[in-house]
């Protein structure tokens, strides 16, 4: 599998978010969604089906950065992370959040180990502290993400081993992911987190792309119930 080399990834990164100059450890948030057993689940696949030198692992929807972005980190020593997100997290979006998707307020358990629903930092920040250690091998960008996105990455030369779709829950925009990553990359491997019940869009779009031959169910496999890892 061809990967981004050395080269892309330095000229991706110098065009990404500038890092912080300084650690706040106040602002830090370890927690995350991404428990057990998915997070072991996710470092499994880093660490067993991606290249051993020189892998690229391309994410849209980095949240706080503490799932599925530092579990990929963790898992590979040598891992480069481009990592997309609007970074639009409020405490307001928090208690707003009601469709039956609720998330935390910041007076729970889990709200208050997030600094930025605490109001004390931005999400982007909370996103970088939580990467601090890995941040000469992550590219953090704040932008829009879809199709015409992946086009332009591929044209400047990204070739992701893994391609992590964790933004848009809709059925149009998460299909268009899907569709766009089968054609620019073939050879990666595409995983598209909450195919669930609590996201019927999510779970269309997946079932989609097997009927439409993008990718073979047989061949994929679904990890704790929760990502689905898409191959040819």
Not at 127 to 144: E, G, K, P, S, V
Request: charged content about 25%; proline content about 5%.
């Amino acid at each position: 599998m061809v990967a981004t080399n050395e080269t892309v990834f330095k000229v991706v990164k110098a065009f990404s978010e500038p890092w912080a100059a300084e650690f706040r450890q106040d602002l830090w948030s370890p927690c995350h969604l991404f428990p057990d057993p998915i997070a072991s689940e996710w470092q499994r696949v880093v660490e067993d089906y991606l290249p051993k030198e020189n892998p690229t692992y391309l994410e849209f929807g980095t949240f706080t950065g503490a799932g599925s972005t530092y579990n990929a980190l963790l898992a590979n020593p040598k891992l480069k992370v481009i990592t997309f997100d609007l970074f639009q997290l409020t405490p307001r979006y928090c208690y707003e959040f009601d469709d039956g998707h609720t998330l935390f307020d910041a007076t729970n358990a889990l709200g208050e180990k997030y600094a930025a629903v605490r109001g004390l930092c931005t999400t982007l920040q909370a996103a970088m502290y939580n990467l601090w250690d890995f941040q000469d091998r992550t590219a953090i960008f704040r932008q829009r993400t879809g199709a015409n996105l992946m086009q332009r990455l591929a044209d400047a030369g990204v070739v992701p081993d893994l391609f992590f779709i964790d933004d848009d829950h809709t059925a149009g925009p998460t299909f268009e992911r899907i569709e766009a990553a089968s054609r620019l990359w073939p050879d990666a491997l595409v995983g598209v987190d909450d195919y669930c019940s609590a996201w019927p869009a999510v779970m269309q779009s997946v079932d989609r792309a097997f009927e439409e031959g993008l990718y073979s169910k047989e061949n994929s496999e679904l990890l704790a119930d929760r990502v689905y890892l898409l191959r040819k």
